[in-house]
């Protein structure tokens, strides 16, 4: 809960302040108002029998200034932590983003204990934010103004008198935390019943909805999902029944204290042991704390768990620690990096292309080297470092949390400079082969090595500044929700050198020079409003495209990362939604490129790789063969041979059917 407090400080401490300080001004108001009742009524007598004295008007000024405070505390306690909410809010959903994705490397991410606390982190992330309201509006002025109450009762009265209601409020609110605690769970969804309501929730309106639809199916998934949403609640609902029924027991031991402790008062001023005062302000003391209900303790409890969940997930220290580093290094970059103009970018040339250079050679270079890993040419800079040779050493690797090895002693080089295509079977680990290229895994066994650097000696800044060096395409490339010329323009790394913010209007004289060598210049003028068009079809004027348009926009990104200094290219089955036109220019755009970058393409289309002068084949987590595609065709019983066997005789059946029927057609005619 302190935690909560500390955090709502750091990240909004005006209005944190605002609110605590209002939220003790009126738990001060609380206790005062009673004592000057009390001191008015029993001043009453005096001043109908002798007039209005300058005591019984202070009493009375004061009371009202009391009553003012105590309104204007409310509005100010509430104001504090509602421009609180925002600030807090964001910063919860920052953080579980930071947890995410700040690491380099892969496993931390995919490893299953932390998308477990993820998800848990996720279902109850507004209960920080309620849990922070409750801290500072309710609790902060509800508890001192008990306390305060109960204190002043026992010193008017006497001693024993505040004791009753106290242990009944007590007694209730630990029942009513147990009650809350259980309740919410139920709440949360944690029932089976309305996971799987969710869940056909999901499928009839989330992605597979057009499938849905067209297969029927919505009704029975709306049927199916009003009877679990249904019997999700029963647990729920019979829950509290129950507790309704002992809140009902526990509300009316309390009204019986309460009366008894009246009595007490009461019996006191018949005997002439309490004066009018005395009883005039204990009265009001006694319904204060009568009406008081800690019923926000299993909230704040709940809260103060959610919080340390997301403390575990990411530290503060750490967290604050990266956020600081983080804007020096963004402000450093952004003081050194210029964007390229398009006379800069006119073609790829202008990266030099190592004269042969000796990779051989260069794989040899000394460890000491590492920094260069990191370091892409900065856009504007002519180019001084040629682009790496990358070799796969011996690698094995199997994925965290699993025994068996995706790759096997796999080695392969990646000359400075040069294209390699990579063909395998669906499973086979080229994906995962890229995830290694990037450093996101380090290898179980064996090295990956970039100018002779194992990639495993970066730290983590070094490790980020390969990943920058990199271009990739991978299978799940990126479709941002964003408009078109952006979703280009972010592969400039203009975003990670400090232009968080791109430009409103993109410089379209580099998206179009961009566009042209992408082959995307058409689908661009198609878009409604051209490179600021949304691509998403939620966003006014925006629009979605389809599958193979949102790659040629990934294959655009791609070549806008290598004309801003990029110097490897890895494309990872570019070509998976292309029509055959657009994969051909894929594949001569790929060429033409690839000879200015190392690159790596991927693919299983047999059509994408044949023109690549070295093609190697992954099988069993290793490279068994590699080769021009007409050695590889040379290999009597090779696996190559074979797969481009079947997939050609398969189009050449396709073809013959095509022709047949084109024949047919003439002859009709
Ligand atoms: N994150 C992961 N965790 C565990 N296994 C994975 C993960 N990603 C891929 N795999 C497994 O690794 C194997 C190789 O996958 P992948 O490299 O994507 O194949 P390819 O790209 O050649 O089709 C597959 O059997 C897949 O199930
Ligand atoms: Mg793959």
Redesign the pocket.
Known sequence: MFGILRFGLRVARKSTVIAVAAALLGAATAIVIPVLTGRAIGGALGVIRNGLDRPYVVVLIVLLLALAISNVTSVLGQTGFELADGPIRREVTLRIGWALSHDPD?TEM?DPATAALVQKVRSREWEISMGYQLLTGVATRQIPALIGTAVTLGIVLTWWAPLPIMILILINAEYLRRVITTQMDVWSGQTEGQKHAAYAFEQAMGKAAKEIRIFGLADYLRRRMMGYALEGYRPYWARRWRDAGLSVVLGVAKVIATLAVICYAAWQAATGRIDLTTIATAIPLIMAMADTDLWMIGQLQRAGTTYGWLEQLAPTKQYAQDQTEGAAKVAAAARTTKIATPAELTSADTIIRPADADTADSIETPASTAMVVGDRRRPDEPATSPPPGIVFDEVSFG????D?L?LDGLSLELPAGDAVALV??????????V?LLVAGYLPTRGRVLVDGVDLASLDVDQRRAWQRRVSPIT?EFLRLPLPAGDNVELGSGAVWAGRLDPDPVPDTAVLDDIAQRAGITDLVQRLPAGWLTSLDKTMPGGTDLSGGEWQRIGLARALRAVSSGAQVLVL??PAAALDVQSEARLVDGYLDLARSVTSLI?SHRFSVVRPVPSICV?EHGRIVEHGAHEELMDIADGRYRAMFRMQASRYAEADAEVEAELRAAEVEA
């Open positions: 892969l995919e994925y965290p949390g699993s068996r995706i395998g079977v669906n499973g086979a680990g080229k994906s995962t082969l995830k299978q990872d089955e991927i992954l």
